[in-house]
Structure formats: structure tokens, C-alpha cells
DNA sequence: GTTCCATTTGCTTGCGTCAAGCAAGTATAT
DNA sequence: ATATACTTGCTTGACGCAAGCAAATGGAAC
């Protein structure tokens, strides 16, 4: 085998599909961001990736497609960090713990979020594709809130049970809401830092007392 | 002057305006609540409405204008039925009052207040027109809120003052959470109330006791 | 094991379709 | 008659498809 040139390595069908993944990645959440959904074009996409004005439409077929896409892959990457982030605990630690990861993952910002969130709540629509993918991340979150209060639920006595379906409704609701505030007023750091605090406060209140529905 | 023909009598200009914009925004909001925003094309409003393919071009300007012109004129509606709603209330009740507002208004459902939260969360990207009459109206929400909340602050010891922007800022994201939920599960009406139903419960909490921060 | 060719896969370019938006024209009220 | 409501013709640009080129892969012959 040949030294690889130094121009350009010789690469496998797969690193190819990669890198052009990735950047097309980034160049979407950059244009999204900065231009939101509807201003962002597939032509534009392909060519801040270094491609051409065709690819991006041809690897996803269409704009949902690529929007599809960009869900998929940042919220997997969120996804992994909040499991990680809440292993092992359950209950009102688990909680605390997930409030804070997406407190962090909002200040830290690396504009995938913000494109994230924009896509979803462009998703409101009815008949979007990508509303699936989302629906499908926030019924996955409620379940993981059902579950830790369910855990909780185990060491608390008979008459004390917690309804975990309507804190988990409560707790997915909220978050929504503080995402929404966070899309809209990005520089609130103040007031996002509040929210997510009196989240925390709220669902201690929930968690700590014997409240039924 | 000839009698008026039967089927069309004579109008005025202000009436013939005023009805060809009543008709385009039923059908805008037809439009978007069946097919989203996106699919939404002014050809099809002016058409649905009774007119050529050109009028909604021509009297809103723009997409983003009809668009506009939709969220402005529900906004007022609703806007009017909530200082209908909270005349002469304050502090707790006023919330209570508003909150059920909100919660009768979502059920009611005559599809505008559909198409006016799904407008309202597609213009969480940058750069929409709509997105400052959305902001007007949630900051309009939160003033009033804040408004109640100082106006029981006056009712109060001088060391139980209660943070009016924080409690406005966390009915503010709850509202728009329950909206979301509203949308994305439009037949979960257990669901619906019973987030309304905590709301009003951790409003009281706040309301009541003397919490800080 | 190396060389060569068939096939697949990654990517680009050209074209048809359709919505947005504008400008010029027609109809209706004043 | 004149201003205003509305319609029609046209341009621009994005989407999405299909045809084509280039690079990578799998095997067979040597």
C-alpha cells in the first residue's frame, strides 16, 4: 500500500458518509440557528458543508429529512448524556439530576441545542415528521420521571402513594416551557437559572409531601 | 341607484374588507391546523376564502404578513376574554381566574386558538415577524401577573414579600408547557386539566406561604 | 498475492414543478 | 372621475427527481 497522500487520505465508503454527516450536521444547526428552519436550504446546507448544492437532498431525501435528522442525532447525544448523568439514581435525586444536566446543556450551548429546540417546537404543526421523533423523546421522558417516582413510591407507605403519570406530566410540561423561555430570551441567563431552580423546588414539594392529584 | 341585486347587496368598501379578511383568517386557520404553517400557501388562503389566488398576497404582503395578521387577531380576542375574565381580581384569584380562562379556551377549541399556538411556537427561531407579537403578548402576561402578584405583596408583611418576577416567569413557562401539551396531544383532556389543576396548585403554594427565591 | 474488471456507492449537474412576491390591469365603491 | 378592492401575468428561487461521473469495493483470473 502506497503512503496516503498527503492531500487527501484515501478513505472507506463509510468515513466518507461520516464526515459529509457530520458537516452537514453542523452546517444545518449553524443555518437553523442563525435563520431558523424555514430560511435554511438544502443548496445552502450542502455548500457551507463543502459540497455540492445537490447532496444534502440527496442524502435525505428531502428538507424533513435533513430536519429529521438533525433531531435524531442531537437528541441522541442528549439522550446518552442524561442517562449518564442520572445512572443509578432514582426518585427525587434522579430528578435533580436531570434538571440540572439540561440546566448545564443549555448554558453550555454549542448552538445543537438551540437547533434542537427550534426544530422541536416547529414540530407543533400537525402532520410534521419530525413531530414522531420528537413525540417519541418526550413520551421517553416522561417514562423515565414515571419510573424514578415509582421507585420512590416503593419505600412509601400504602396511603402516601405518588401519582407518578401526573408528576411525570408535569415535570415534561415544565421543561418545555423552560426551553421555550430559553429559545425566546437567550440571554435570561438569570431568569432560566430561576426556572429550572423553582422546578427543582416544585418537585421537591411533590416528591417530599403526601400530595395526591 | 338599482335596487340591490338579492344575492349580493351593495357594500362599502370598509365592509367589503372587513369581510374578505374575517373569511381569509377562518381560512388561514383552517389551513394551518390541517396541514401546519409550512404547507400553508396564500394561493390556497385567498382561494378557500372566496376570492382569486392573488388577494391574500396582496392585502397581508407577505407570508410571514398573513401570518402575522393571524396571531394578532386571535392574540386580541383572547386577550379580551382574559381582562374579561380577571376584571377587578387580583393576586390568587385573579391567577385562578386566568388559569381557568386558558383552560376553557384550549377545550372550547374552535381551531383559532389551535393555529395561534402552533404560529406561536414556530416563531421560536430568529429573524420571525411573528416573533415580536408573540413576545409582546407573553410579556403582556407576564406584567400581569406580576401585576397581581404586587398587588398581595401589598397585603403582606414586609418580610413575607413575595419575588413577583419569578412567580410571573414560572406561570409564564407553565402556560406555554401546557400549551405544547395541548398541541401535541389534543385528546388527552384528563391530561390537559390536570396540568391546569397543578398549576393552580403550585400557584397557591406560592401564593400562600411566605416563600423566597 | 497481485491485477483487472464488474458493480456498488458517494456525489454532482440539469430540469420540471410550484409557491412567493411584484407589477400591471379590471371591477367596484365613493 | 377617481380612489380602492381585487385579479391576472410574470419573475425568481427552492425543492425534488433523474441522469451522469468518480471513487471504493468484491471477486475472479492470473
Known amino acids: 500500500m502506497p503512503p496516503a497522500p498527503a492531500g487527501r487520505p484515501r478513505q472507506t465508503h463509510a468515513e466518507r458518509t461520516d464526515r459529509s454527516d457530520r458537516r452537514m450536521l453542523d452546517a444545518a444547526v449553524e443555518l437553523i440557528v442563525a435563520h431558523g428552519p424555514e430560511k435554511t436550504t438544502l443548496k445552502d446546507v450542502g455548500e457551507r458543508a463543502g459540497y455540492s448544492r445537490g447532496l444534502a437532498g440527496y442524502r435525505f431525501g428531502s428538507k424533513q429529512g435533513l430536519f429529521e435528522f438533525v433531531v435524531r442525532s442531537v ?13 443509578g439514581k432514582t426518585g427525587l435525586a434522579a430528578m435533580h439530576a436531570a434538571i440540572h444536566t439540561h440546566y448545564r446543556f ?16 416547529s414540530s407543533a404543526g400537525p402532520e410534521s415528521d419530525t413531530k414522531n421523533i420528537v413525540l417519541g423523546i418526550d413520551a421517553r421522558r416522561r417514562d423515565d420521571v414515571a419510573t424514578w417516582v415509582n421507585a420512590a413510591n416503593r419505600t ?33 441567563h438569570a431568569g432560566i437559572k430561576q ?3 423553582q422546578l427543582v423546588h416544585t418537585m421537591t414539594l411533590y416528591m417530599t409531601q403526601g400530595h395526591s392529584a
Open 156 to 188: 412509601r407507605a400504602a396511603d402516601q402513594q405518588l401519582d407518578a403519570h401526573a408528576i411525570a406530566g408535569q415535570f415534561g410540561a415544565s421543561i418545555i416551557g423552560i426551553a421555550y423561555h430559553w429559545l425566546a430570551h437567550p440571554d435570561d
Open 75 to 87: 437528541g441522541e447525544q442528549w439522550l446518552q448524556q442524561l442517562t449518564a448523568a442520572t445512572a
Open 106 to 121: 443549555l448554558l453550555a450551548d454549542g448552538q445543537h441545542m438551540r437547533a434542537f429546540y427550534i426544530l422541536w417546537f
Open 195 to 197: 426556572l429550572h431552580d
